[in-house]
Nanobody, 126 residues
Framework: QLQASGGGSVQAGGSLRLSCVAS????????VGWFRQAPGTEREFVSA????????WTNDSVKGRFTISRDNTKNTVYLQMNSLKPEDTAVYYC?????????????????????WGQGTQVTVSS
């Protein structure tokens, strides 16, 4: 199971850190990705990180502003979001799957993930 948290409302230029806590999995062999969906749009890949094999993959639209990391001692993946823009407003979801299924570019494919957490709302005002 995955539990996402950390969303909220901020002004443009602000920061938020999302957390995704996993349970019931061997976390260091578990890849976790973040996706987002704004009203009336399709789900969009944001960023993802593999487990012990290492490596991250990030959407160009957030590169340089968002950073993904993990703490295997806490079974947690973080998404640090800086320089937020109104267009970052969305519900953010974390998803997980065994890392052996993923090469780096495929971390962006939602269909490869087995588990999804509930969303957390991020609202950025101008």
């Amino acid at each position: 199971q995955l539990q996402a948290s950390g969303g909220g409302s901020v002004q443009a230029g602000g920061s938020l850190r999302l957390s995704c806590v996993a349970s019931g999995v061997t976390f260091n062999r578990y890849a976790v990705g973040w996706f987002r969906q704004a009203p009336g749009t399709e789900r969009e890949f944001v960023s993802a990180i593999r487990g012990s094999r290492g490596g991250t993959w990030t959407n160009d639209s957030v590169k340089g502003r968002f950073t993904i990391s993990r703490d295997n001692t806490k079974n947690t993946v973080y998404l640090q979001m800086n320089s937020l823009k109104p267009e970052d407003t969305a519900v953010y979801y974390c998803a997980g799957g065994e890392e052996r299924k993923f090469i780096l570019p495929s971390l962006g494919l939602a269909r490869l993930y087995d588990s999804w957490g509930q969303g957390t709302q991020v609202t950025v005002s101008s």
